[in-house]
């Protein structure tokens, strides 16, 4: 138990679906992170939330959109995904500023077919 | 340019030390994280460096020389339990920089 809960576990989606990925932070901290991890790549930074407010999004593709409407709450809605988006998401949350430990949660598995 | 380098796979015997290294190179730095990811789960905090030297933590590890931008995780009296992925992460200015992860399999 990380203080991070992530769900579904599993989804698996076709390319016309639209589904949303939930991740709850019980750890009073108020930056809030998605990341990708596909196979044999480095974890790729998505979006950051500070203080509820995105301060990053590294040039990801529309038809993932993240959502912040609290500090303990943050959501990815995806739409029309692509087969090559298959990959692991983790949601993780830190205090705000440089040197923080990340934490993370357990990811979602995300199959786009 | 932003770069972490570590090797890909590591192999190492119950009761033996291993050591993981890594090499970084970004545009700011601000310290180095050392994650532990066994299959299927979270990454989970190990260590974080800032300044120079050698922090231990019970069986682990971690050094840091930030004038050649290496780092290590040693880990020792390796058990099975050991066998994950071990992501070595810079942080570049407000930024955690992941590398790839070293797969590290553990055999009796």
């Known amino acids: 138990e990380t203080g991070v809960t992530q769900t579904p576990r599993h989804l698996v989606m076709g390319m016309t679906n639209k589904k949303s990925l939930k991740c709850e932070q019980h750890?009073?901290?108020?930056?809030m992170y998605w990341y990708k991890q596909s196979a044999k790549k480095p974890l790729e930074l998505m979006f950051v939330?500070?203080?509820?407010?995105?301060?990053e999004n590294n040039s990801v593709p529309s038809r993932f959109s993240p959502e912040c409407p609290n500090s303990s709450h943050l959501f990815l809605h995806l739409h029309t995904l692509q087969p090559e988006d298959s990959a692991l998401y983790l949601c993780a949350s830190s205090r705000m500023g440089s040197g923080n430990t990340i934490y993370f949660g357990e990811g979602s598995w995300l199959t786009v077919v | 340019g932003q770069n972490i380098d570590q090797p890909t796979e590591m192999t190492a015997t119950e009761g033996a030390i291993v050591q993981i290294n890594c090499t970084y190179q970004t545009s700011g730095f601000n310290g180095l994280f050392w994650y532990q990811q066994h299959a299927g789960e979270a990454p989970t905090f190990l260590s974080y460096n800032v300044l120079d030297g050698l922090e231990e933590k019970g069986r682990f590890s971690s050094f840091l020389s930030r004038s050649k931008g290496y780092s290590y995780l040693l880990l020792k009296e390796l058990q099975m339990k050991d066998s994950a992925s071990y992501l070595c992460?810079?942080?570049?200015?407000?930024?955690?920089?992941f590398g790839t992860g070293t797969r590290l399999q553990v055999f009796p």
């Open positions: 750890l009073g901290h108020n930056a």
């Open positions: 939330y500070s203080l509820e407010e995105r301060v």
């Open positions: 992460a810079a942080y570049n200015t407000d930024k955690l920089i």
